[in-house]
């Protein structure tokens, strides 16, 4: 399974910032595999933004909560994260990642940088 992150490398902000991961090798409504979001601002840890399920269901940080929404397009097999409002703190390295449950990440994207900048 291959995922690969793909979007703006910079963001203004104020605006929305749109990240989209196919997935090749593999569906994404394969039973009980979580298809999350997760960023690593510069110097800092990796930050679990949210997840949607295999089903559709969709999990957020509740501090990105309210600027966050996860999609997805099962006939591309892809799904999409949206950060509304963006700030220069929301400068990071944004990964997609399948993971077989809450705890494992079976398959990552290579990363995307993100700035957010004027």
């Known amino acids: 399974v291959q995922l690969q992150e793909s979007g703006p490398g910079l963001v203004k902000p104020s605006q929305t910032l749109s990240l989209t991961c196919p997935v090749s090798?593999?569906?994404?409504?394969?039973?009980?595999?979580?298809w999350t979001w997760i960023r690593q601002p510069p110097g800092k840890g990796l930050e679990w933004m949210g997840a949607?399920?295999?089903?559709?269901?969709?999990y957020y940080s509740p501090s990105l909560r309210s600027r966050t929404s996860i999609s997805r397009d099962t006939s591309k097999n892809q799904f999409t994260l949206q950060l509304s409002s963006v700030t220069p703190e929301d400068t990071a390295v944004y990964y997609c990642?399948?993971?077989?449950?809450?705890?494992?990440?079976?398959?990552w994207g290579q990363g995307t940088q993100v700035t957010v900048s004027s």
């Open positions: 949607m399920t295999y089903s559709g269901s969709t």
């Open positions: 090798g593999g569906s994404i409504t394969t039973n009980y595999y979580l």
């Open positions: 990642a399948g993971a077989s449950n809450w705890l494992t990440y079976d398959y």
